[in-house]
């Protein structure tokens, strides 16, 4: 699997499945969530990393605070763009380059995304997220791929309907990377796209502990955005984290 497949992946016709799947009702309920378990105070400068379309940065910045957003995908950057130009800081960029320090209050990862990293990037994208917020600053990582969430109730091949957009995903795991590789396919208008992602498998524990090591307490673990208890089966992981105050 190539390690760079997200540079082709997130264009088209995928790009606008996952328009329709965001719902505005889900993109609200996701972004009060964050609103909530963040603590933002007013003003708040808060990193979305990566951003994709924007969707959460708009809702908050709406609500007040200072958005920054980043991601790797100029369809993604661009529509943000011209969603909301002027109130929040766009920046297309790779989440595994973040070159702030102690610059925001709270930051939040959403999404699979942090799963498409390796080990060794994703304790780089930690670092660079503790080295980015300011001490005793909270970050909320959320992911559909620990190992207690996917592999329970993983199947070979899923199809499923997105608007007008036929999908079929066709999912390999692989234990000695602990990777799942999934193949995408897209039936739209008689014309069919098919596009490889792969995404690394954390436990729960091994994410807390990676966390640790880059200076991020873990504070709390959900299973849902109405703060279930994570637990085996959950189908996604929310863990929420803070950077450790400085020694005085």
Not at 3 to 27: H, K, P, Y
Not at 118 to 141: H, M, Q, T, W, Y
């Amino acid at each position: 699997m190539h390690c760079d497949w997200q540079n082709s992946f997130f264009r088209g016709v995928a790009l606008d499945a996952w328009r329709q799947i965001t719902t505005d009702e889900m993109t609200g309920r996701e972004a009060e969530f964050l609103e909530r378990t963040l603590m933002l105070s007013a003003s708040a400068r808060v990193l979305d990393v990566p951003c994709g379309n924007g969707r959460h940065s708009v809702f908050l910045a709406k609500r007040g605070y200072a958005m920054t957003g980043i991601d790797q995908s100029e369809d993604f950057i661009e529509e943000a763009r011209r969603t909301m130009p002027n109130s929040i800081r766009w920046v297309r960029g790779d989440m595994r380059s973040l070159s702030w320090t102690s610059e925001f209050d709270a930051a939040f990862c959403w999404g699979n995304s942090f799963c498409y990293l390796n080990r060794d990037e994703a304790r780089d994208f930690l670092r660079a997220i503790a080295r980015s917020l300011k001490p005793g600053a909270l970050f909320v990582v959320d992911t559909g791929m620990a190992a207690e969430s996917i592999l329970p109730s993983l199947v070979r091949n899923r199809w499923f309907r997105v608007g007008d957009i036929l999908m079929l995903s066709e999912n390999r795991y692989d234990p000695i990377e602990s990777r799942l590789d999934i193949e995408y396919t897209f039936v739209r208008g008689g014309q069919t796209d098919s596009r490889p992602t792969s995404s690394y498998v954390f436990t729960s524990g091994e994410l807390r502990r990676m966390h640790e090591d880059a200076g991020l307490s873990p504070v709390d673990m959900f299973g849902s955005i109405d703060s279930a208890k994570y637990e085996i089966g959950s189908p996604r992981l929310i863990l929420v984290s803070q950077v450790r105050l400085q020694d005085t």
